[in-house]
């Protein structure tokens, strides 16, 4: 079959291959893979081939789509790009939208058509869409009819020169939306495959924790190889689960929860189209009949003191990640509801989870073990591993690994095919992982080493304390203080005998030394819109606040 032209604009700043982490296909199972496969009909065809077609696949409050009548949609808005539009594979499509049917539907119909999907957080504005514009150069923007003003703010300035169309989603009587313009092509043939397995399928800008965004990519084949490990090993969803979770589908955490995994176990997903609020997640895991929930620590904690939550009986499996689970909220979790968290640490960089245990394997204050198909180890400032038991930087290597869209910090996160996450950890002697820190908020305070997460851990236990995050300050004496930035309960004043308060309840829990030297109290902690903390935020505060 001869290709059609390719646009080579991600091909060519790719980082050269000498730079790119090692890849390995030697997870328990895998599959054979051919040299030419689309992700999205791989997982289409398995669910079809599986006897699932008739099942329910998307969920919605408009009603629920089974895996056959998906697969029309998703062929038809694959035609509409390539045969109306004239796209061509290795285009980058910018899609910005909240999680609905809709959203998933295009994402799944430009990966089809051989595109790579380019999936933004909703909340972002003109600037910070903008600065993706420039570096993706996307030829086509699919856009929520809710969230059209600011992504056409920034498609009128340079940096949207080569977005040619935008279409809107979710825009109901508008004959030029996506939507009414895919149902005109009815009964016409969806694209033939044209794409590579090593094609790019998708680009991940990060979530901005460090306040430098970046885009990783992966190809069809990285993410059919990591549905070959968590989700099989770990995770073990079956065709009956219905998959529900808060997640963003921009961000690769909810991308593979509530998508892509599901797909390849042929189950469903529920998709909101509004955001959820700890409230509102409660109360549809109960209207739907969910059994898995996809959500952050934070958003665990406050779904925890609503009383709803204890009667959630459909409920099975809930999993934990995108930023440190602390044990405190582990605990108060199974406490009410009697569900043991599935914990997992993955990275944009990587896709998504590659640490992480369930089940009678979880161990207490641990992610978990090396999911099958990687290799982990805890490694020195040299990348030797340092001894069990001892602190250091992960480093690890698999079926997915990081290669950023022309940046030079490749080759702080790759080092002779090692993937380094920037993530400090202790491996014990039976190979569970012990989160200490991201690397750069780890604190030195008079010679100790002190963990910021554990000090937060410590803080949580503290039935006044909402939330907490931890960094260290700038002190003469002692090089660095140990910080916390607090957010009390209602009821509760943060003044002199609360810091007091709070800090010997910390001396109690942990090393004295652990202490928060200081506390500031605030009414809510800066965070990412996929709920990760941003210490980085929390240190321009500190500095702003010293002047």
């Known amino acids: ?320 990640a995108g930023e440190s689970l602390p044990d405190a909220t582990r605990q108060l979790w199974k406490d009410v509801t009697g569900i043991e968290m599935i914990d997992g640490i993955g990275a944009t960089e990587m896709f998504h989870i590659f640490i992480s245990s369930a089940g009678e394997a979880v161990r207490r204050g641990a992610i978990g073990k090396v999911v099958p198909g990687y290799t982990a180890r805890v490694v020195d400032e040299e990348g030797h591993e340092v001894p069990r038991g001892t602190v250091g930087k992960l480093a690890l290597f698999g079926p997915t690994g990081c290669r950023y869209l022309d940046d030079a910090r490749q080759c702080t996160y790759v080092k002779e095919g090692w993937n380094h996450p920037g993530d400090a950890f202790i491996q014990d002697e039976d190979g569970y992982f012990f989160y200490q820190a991201r690397d750069d908020d780890m604190i030195i305070t008079a010679g100790y080493n002190v963990a910021g997460p554990e000090v937060e851990d410590a803080l949580l236990q503290h039935p006044a304390v909402a939330e907490c995050g931890v960094v260290g300050a700038p002190d003469a004496l002692r090089g660095m203080l140990v910080q916390a930035w607090c957010v009390l309960k209602p009821g509760h004043t943060g003044d002199e005998a609360m810091v007091r308060t709070l800090q010997e309840h910390v001396k109690a829990s942990i090393a004295p030394f652990k202490y928060p030297r200081s506390i500031v109290f605030v009414d809510a902690l800066p965070r990412t819109e996929t709920g990760k903390l941003q210490r980085f935020r929390l240190r321009q505060m500190q500095h702003a606040q010293t002047g």
Request: glycine share 8%.
């Open 1 to 320: 079959m001869s290709r059609p032209p390719v646009d080579r604009f991600v091909a060519d700043r790719l980082p050269p291959p000498a730079q790119w982490p090692r890849f390995v296909d030697d997870a328990p199972g895998a599959m054979d893979i051919p040299e030419q496969a689309n992700l999205v009909d791989v997982l289409f065809q398995r669910a079809l081939d599986r006897g699932h077609g008739e099942r329910p696949l998307l969920r919605g409050p408009g009603g629920a789509l089974s895996y056959r009548q998906a697969r029309v949609e998703v062929e038809r808005i694959a035609r509409l790009l390539t045969d109306e539009l004239g796209l061509v594979p290795g285009n980058r499509v910018l899609l910005r939208g909240g999680n609905s049917v809709a959203m998933a539907l295009a994402w799944l119909g430009v990966v089809k058509a051989g595109m790579v999907a380019l999936a933004t957080m909703p909340l972002l504005r003109q600037r910070e869409l903008a600065d993706i514009l420039d570096k993706a150069q996307p030829a086509l923007a699919l856009c929520d009819a809710r969230l059209v003003d600011e992504l056409a703010a920034a498609c009128a300035t340079p940096a949207g020169a080569t977005v040619r169309t935008t279409l809107l989603f979710n825009a109901p009587g508008d004959a030029g939306a996506l939507e009414a313009r895919a149902a005109r092509l009815r009964g016409s043939q969806a694209p033939a495959t044209t794409s590579r397995a090593d094609d790019i399928a998708l680009m991940a800008f990060t979530s901005g924790t460090t306040g430098k965004p970046k885009a990783p990519v992966h190809s069809h084949r990285n993410v059919l190889r990591a549905c070959e490990a968590w989700p099989e090993h770990v995770l073990r969803l079956d065709c009956s689960d219905i998959v529900i979770g808060s997640p963003p589908l921009a961000f690769t955490f909810g991308l593979g929860g509530l998508l892509v995994f599901p797909m390849w176990s042929g189950a469903s997903v529920w998709l909101p189209d509004a955001p959820y609020s700890p409230q509102s997640l409660v109360q549809a895991i109960r209207d739907v009949g969910a059994t898995v929930c996809f959500t952050a620590p934070t958003f665990y904690r406050q779904m925890a003191a609503i009383p709803e939550a204890r009667h959630m009986p459909t409920l099975r499996q809930c999993v934990s």
